[in-house]
């Protein structure tokens, strides 16, 4: 494999180690918001680019491809771990969701032999979480909330396929997953 059609699994392994950089955030609080905000930015815009570079080059999915929504998953966590760590977000309903939702989604991966279902389930339980460090943001510091704002609205309008296909992979995994096997 050439160098170059590595670098779309750099792009996703890069995102393992934005989930570490924020959690090594936790310790300066919530003053470290702004940065959290930044590397999760970073990271959805490596996940854009990744998929587009790997369809371009025709890159076979390697090992880490294979696993970018897992990554992806990482990161959130690894975002809503420095929420309720930090006290942004209630330790009590935090920790009840986190514990929850994870519990639910690793059951559903362990009983469904179906991808779909494990990702529209987990993408269910993650979703309040992609946008809660920046609706958080607004109120502590919300030129990291605009920012989000805009970055999510110029990914929108350069890349409307993707989000539509974002949405279509949750909607099919959600009727996957309501379906009796």
């Given at each position: 494999m050439t160098r170059r059609k590595r670098i779309p699994d750099w792009l996703t392994a890069s995102r393992v180690l934005i989930a570490l950089a924020i959690l090594a955030l936790i310790p300066a609080g919530p003053q470290a918001l702004r940065a959290v905000a930044w590397l999760l930015l970073v990271g959805w815009t490596t996940d854009i680019v990744d998929g587009r570079l790997a369809r371009r080059w025709e890159k076979e999915p390697s090992w880490i491809g294979e696993h970018d929504f897992q990554i992806d998953m990482l990161m959130v966590l690894a975002s809503a771990v420095y929420?309720?760590?930090?006290?942004?977000?209630p330790r009590g309903v935090g920790i009840v969701y986190l514990a929850a939702g994870l519990l639910v989604a690793l059951a559903v991966h362990s009983r469904s032999a179906q991808f779909l279902r494990f990702k529209a389930?987990?993408?269910?339980?993650?979703?309040?979480?992609?946008?809660?460090?920046?609706?958080?943001?607004?109120?502590y510091d919300?030129?990291?909330?605009?920012?989000?704002?805009?970055?999510?609205?110029?990914?929108?309008?350069?890349?409307?396929?993707r989000f539509f296909g974002v949405v279509g992979d949750f909607l099919s995994g959600a009727r996957a997953f309501l379906r009796r096997p």
């Open positions: 929420l309720v760590a930090t006290g942004l977000v389930v987990t993408m269910l339980i993650a979703f309040p979480w992609v946008f809660l460090p920046f609706v958080v943001a607004y109120f919300p030129l990291a909330a605009y920012v989000g704002l805009a970055w999510t609205a110029g990914a929108l309008l350069v890349d409307r396929r």
